[in-house]
């Protein structure tokens, strides 16, 4: 079965930087378009970016601290944030689309404060 489980949250101070990781099983992840999505407490679940089995990115509002990338080799996705802000708080998510249906994996929580 598809399964994704995200690492890699903590608390993080203002202006600090954070690496999340994806491991992915159950698909054929080199051959998939990965993403990553975020959702902060009372706010909609919202876009971060994006990378191609080719390496191409789509970046969201965070276009300019973000990193994707992957590691094919390792099944694995990563996120790599830099200037946080405590705006930045919320639960990540790292999805990919098999067959028009979605999947998440549990989230990793990000926790952006002094």
């Known amino acids: 079965q598809v399964q994704l489980v995200e690492s890699g949250g903590g608390l993080v101070q203002p202006g600090g930087s954070l690496r999340l990781s994806c491991a992915a099983s159950?698909?054929?992840?080199?051959?998939?378009?990965m993403g990553w999505y975020r959702q902060a407490p009372g706010k909609r679940r919202e876009f971060v970016g994006s990378?191609?089995?080719?390496?191409?990115n789509s970046e969201g509002s965070m276009k300019g601290r973000i990193s994707i990338s992957r590691d094919n080799a390792k099944n694995s996705l990563y996120l790599q944030m830099s200037s946080l802000k405590p705006e930045d708080t919320a639960v990540y998510y790292c999805?990919?689309?098999?067959?028009?249906?979605?999947?998440w994996g549990q989230g990793t929580q990000v926790t952006v404060s002094s």
């Open positions: 159950g698909f054929t992840f080199s051959a998939s378009t």
């Open positions: 990378i191609s089995s080719g390496g191409t």
């Open positions: 999805q990919v689309r098999l067959w028009g249906t979605d999947y």
